[in-house]
């Protein structure tokens, strides 16, 4: 009997922030429902969360004895999905990520990067060891054209496929869980019900004062019920509490940490989102909620064109005439359109294909 492969998988994982777990959970998926017998090993900064959560062995992503005896073992890295590969919240993570990449190369590994978001870069150091490391990879995925693009453009020659976000390929949650955990806070009635993502973003928090006077203005114009969603636990709760207590309108705050299929639900059983964060907008997406996009990062740009949409507004530049009035005609719009149901679908056809593609690497010869 031939002994299973083994991927190890490399990213933002165990830190309580539910994109990452959800494209965690999407990638884990896809593997083995293709390849019921493959071995998967996580790195971590929480092993246990991830074991408990994932049904995945796991390593913690500090201890590189554990991590070289698992990159020694394996057939594969998969190194992703998200953005791992910029240098705007912190280069340190850029060149952690990236010496992974070397190790797993150094001892002859294939590496696959999957659905990744690449940049900012602003570095010239920063590119040019990217653009080093991924021309000596086996197989690039990137989830947008931008992606692409800003490799190209610092040199990296190897091909690039241009996929869609991991999550895309995930079979939509329940919203009755959805319902059942809102109603745990009061939430019901037929009020349309808002969800909010909010986020502290380096020095960028006087907008959580204007969000918080937008967010006044757009329940006394709608009647809406405004649900605030903590897609990074704790952090994101913080912030929105600072929102809500600068309100004079009632809000709220969810204060508990959600799983994928949980945070998918809860957003599967509102009206309307109003993201900044990224995630917020792929599951409502995922979910076919209705969604407004606020630009802190090129990635949600990028995500919103790939539906042919764009960010209402960055992040300092929120206000009252901005959102409002986007935001009402969201609520009374109906739904998704027609277009955007269709372009959602066609992009999870495409992360489904990511994941047979990382599978046919195991196959083939260097």
């Known amino acids: 009997m031939m002994k299973p492969n083994r991927i190890v998988i490399s990213g933002y994982y165990g830190f309580g922030n539910t994109g990452d777990e959800a494209m965690l959970t999407a990638i884990v998926e896809a593997l083995y429902e293709r390849n019921p017998a493959v ?19 796991s390593v913690s992503r500090l201890h590189f ?10 057939d594969l890295l998969l190194s992703g999905g998200g953005s791992l590969l910029q240098d705007v919240t912190s280069r340190r993570s850029l060149y952690y990520y990236l010496s992974i990449m070397r190790l797993a190369r150094a001892l002859r590994k294939k590496v696959f990067l999957y659905a990744q978001g690449i940049g900012p870069l602003h570095s010239p150091k920063a590119r040019r060891t990217v653009c080093d490391v991924l021309n000596h990879v086996t197989a690039i ?9 800003l490799l190209r453009e610092i040199g990296v020659t190897r091909p690039v496929t241009v996929t ?20 745990r806070y009061g939430s019901g009635g037929v009020a349309p019900k808002v969800g909010v993502s909010v986020r502290y973003w380096g020095n960028e928090t006087g907008y959580l004062t204007e969000m918080a006077r937008t967010l006044d ?3 006394r114009k709608t009647g809406c019920e405004l649900i605030f969603l903590p897609m990074q636990y704790p952090e994101d709760m913080r ?4 929102v809500a207590s600068q309100m004079r309108e009632p809000a709220t705050v969810l204060r508990e940490p959600y799983t994928t299929a949980e945070m998918m639900g809860i957003i599967g059983a509102l009206d309307l989102v109003v993201g900044i964060r990224l995630h917020a907008l792929i599951f409502a997406a995922l979910m076919r909620v209705p969604f407004i996009g606020i630009s802190y990062d090129p990635k949600v740009d990028s995500f919103l064109a790939t539906l042919g949409k764009k960010p209402i507004c960055r992040i300092n530049e929120i206000c ?9 005609a969201a609520l009374a719009g109906g739904g998704l359109t027609a277009k955007e149901r269709e372009r959602i679908a066609e992009l999870a056809k ?16 260097e």
């Open 39 to 57: 071995h998967i090993t996580v790195i971590s900064g929480d092993p246990q969360a991830t074991k408990r959560m994932h049904g995945v062995h």
């Open 65 to 74: 004895p554990n991590i070289f005896q698992a990159l020694l073992r394996c």
């Open 141 to 149: 995925t990137v989830r947008d054209e931008a992606s692409a693009q």
């Open 164 to 183: 869609a976000d991991a999550v895309l390929a995930m079979h939509p949650a329940d919203p009755g869980i959805g319902r059942l955990l809102l109603q």
């Open 217 to 219: 203005e757009l329940r």
């Open 239 to 242: 912030a929105a509490a600072v």
């Open 320 to 328: 009252p005439a901005v959102l409002v009035p986007a935001a009402a």
């Open 350 to 365: 495409l992360s489904e294909s990511t994941a047979e593609a990382a599978l046919t690497l195991l196959e083939t010869e």
